[in-house]
């Protein structure tokens, strides 16, 4: 593959890098405190940031150029550099209209979605007027397999009765989030696990639909989204809300994580290089023990293993969404499988290091380093914890020699 970036990703990178540069580091304060003082509202910085960002069309990089006027045409590969660099912000996906869940819920929608779903909901999300959540996870059953999600979805006429409790439903707190895609079982008595679930939409007014508390990560509440515990009580929702078919959901569950796992992966290498270039920085600007700090050598070693292990990471991605866009995900499950494992503990280690140069600080409110670990820690479960993939990676490299 040619590692390369085209002349129309150059100019796109250097429009997101001005952006980020004028109008999203000088806001990060501003962000914060508006968040403090409404913690489930949008906060108003990031509804003007979007208009700006919109007016330029720095729009919906993530969607894939099958799906029309809203999407820039970009690839896999086309998409990295970008979601790097606004990985380096946590919140600065969302302001570019490529933000998960709703980057998942919208290749969902427009991958296997009727015409009526997407007029309804796929629309108002690539324009940015709504945010979504995907409720998936419980607390009951190890969800990480799919197949023992327990939530019911029960045919009762033209309508399908809910049933059950998820948690750790990320966007779900926020007040503009309209819509939940649910995961359940449609038919638990089917002798084919893979075909008893099914997915289906759910708006949040929803009578029977109760959001009893935000899930904190390692003490951080994640406002304006948070992480939702959500009990689904006799929820009706029309037949016609069911999205695919009935025993379609492990279908388009393993169409959706594909893309969302390597997108997660682009994101964090850009926090491990802005938690690098902070690294690089207070090493240049602290004096300890009479010298600067760049001068002890256990400095410039964490330094130089923080590049190198960024740089393979990298690589390893770019060539994952290579051969995605060149063989389809399908193909690169296996790629996509190495980068998820390697990526989030990559940049744990090089934030890790970073707050080990800064000290105090590093753990403290006055950076970005400590909200940044606790998120790429969570990211280690997300999308299938380590193990799985691991689990799964392993298996298929053995089949190859047997």
């Not at 015409?115 to 995907?134: D, H, M, N, T, V």
């Not at 820690?377 to 490299?397: F, N, S």
């Amino acid at each position: 593959m040619n590692f390369e970036y085209s002349e129309k990703v150059q100019g796109l990178l250097e429009q997101v890098r001005q952006f980020m540069d004028e109008h999203i580091y000088p806001n990060e304060k501003t962000f914060h405190d508006q968040i403090e003082a409404n913690p489930w509202e949008t906060p108003p910085i990031m509804e003007e940031l979007k208009a700006k960002a919109k007016a330029q069309g720095l729009w919906n990089f993530f969607l894939p150029k099958e799906y029309g006027d809203y999407s820039p045409g970009l690839t896999n590969l086309e998409y990295a550099p970008l979601s790097e660099e606004m990985g380096k912000v946590m919140w600065a996906s969302e302001v570019f209209n490529c933000a998960a869940p709703d980057t998942g819920n919208m290749e969902v929608l427009a991958k296997y979605g009727n015409e009526a779903q997407k007029k309804q909901w796929l629309e108002p999300l690539l324009e940015g007027k709504i945010r979504s959540a995907f409720a998936m996870t419980e607390p009951a059953v190890a969800s990480s397999d799919a197949t023992n999600i327990e939530t019911q979805i029960v045919r009762d006429g033209d309508e399908y009765v809910i049933n059950g409790k998820k948690f750790y439903i990320s966007g779900a707190c926020r007040k503009t989030c309209e819509i939940m895609i649910v995961m359940g079982k449609t038919d638990a008595e089917n002798p084919n696990r893979y075909i008893q679930q099914s997915q289906i939409l759910v708006p949040m007014n929803t009578p029977g639909v109760k959001i009893t508390r935000p899930m904190k990560v390692f003490g951080y509440n994640d406002a304006p989204e948070g992480h939702a515990e959500v009990i689904f009580d006799n929820v009706r929702v029309p037949a016609e809300n069911l999205i695919l078919g009935e025993g379609r959901g492990f279908e388009i569950a393993q169409g959706r994580l594909g893309p969302g796992r390597i997108h997660h992966c682009m994101r964090s290498i850009g926090a491990a290089q802005r938690a690098l270039e902070a690294m690089c920085k207070r090493a240049n600007e602290r004096v300890v023990f009479g010298r600067p700090m760049i001068k002890q050598q256990s400095v410039r070693e964490d330094i130089a293993k923080s590049v190198c292990e960024i740089e393979q990471a990298r690589l390893m991605t770019l060539k994952a969404a290579d051969k995605m866009d060149r063989e389809g995900n399908k193909a690169a499950k296996d790629f996509i499988a190495m980068i998820k494992i390697v990526a989030p503990n990559m940049a744990l280690d090089v934030v890790d290091r970073a707050i080990q140069i800064h000290g105090a600080v590093g753990v403290s409110q006055d950076t970005t380093l400590a909200h940044a670990w606790a998120g790429l820690r969570t990211l280690r479960l997300a999308d299938g914890p380590d193990q799985v993939h691991m689990m799964q990676l392993g298996r298929d490299t053995a089949k190859r020699y047997e």
